[in-house]
């Protein structure tokens, strides 16, 4: 697993989200994601959607994702 397939999977279960994901051992990573989806919706609901987007690869092959979830104004605010 790496940072390039997992931002893959991000953006095909997000369509239209910018998303950038680090990390360099292959099972720990950070993502921003940011999307429109997340409008009107609480930090954990946003988490969920993108961990629905890993499927079964989260807790397996993706041992650890710490998220920045944002929607394009708040990402313009920060």
Excluded: C, S, W
């Amino acid at each position: 697993m790496n940072a390039d397939f997992v931002r893959q999977l991000i953006e095909a279960g997000l369509p239209g989200a910018r998303v950038d994901v680090q990390g360099a051992d292959g099972v720990h990573f950070e993502a921003t994601v940011i999307t429109p989806a997340f409008a009107g919706k609480l930090p954990l609901a946003r988490h969920r959607m993108v961990y629905a987007t890993l499927g079964e690869r989260m807790g397996g092959e993706i041992h650890a994702l710490a998220l920045r979830t944002l929607t394009p104004e708040e990402a313009e605010r920060n």
